[in-house]
């Protein structure tokens, strides 16, 4: 029924992904990130530290963007042959 649209969302988010990808060197991901604005500010205001904050960097390899985008580009071409729906 609705095939066609979901594999177009999934093709585009795909190539999405490869662009940034390909745009990016390193991205850090950081963890034990408070959202609460006012806890963070009573957790460092004397001294306090937060707890075990350990970043991870993510570096993607060389073949992870084209990949992405190959991979985009060919769902996006299947989702373009599929047939309409009659109605």
């Known amino acids: 029924m609705m095939w066609r649209a979901f594999f177009s969302a ?16 390193s991205a850090v991901l950081a963890a034990g990130v408070v959202d609460d604005p ?4 009573q957790n460092t205001m004397f001294g306090g530290q ?6 991870r960097v993510f570096r993607p390899a060389e073949w992870i963007p084209w990949s992405l985008l190959a ?6 071409i299947y989702s373009i042959s599929l047939r309409r729906a009659n109605g």
């Open 38 to 41: 006012m806890a963070l500010q």
């Open 10 to 25: 999934v093709g585009i988010v795909l190539v999405i992904l490869g662009i940034e990808c390909l745009l990016i060197d």
């Open 71 to 76: 991979s985009g580009a060919v769902v996006l």
């Open 50 to 55: 937060l707890a075990n904050t350990q970043n």
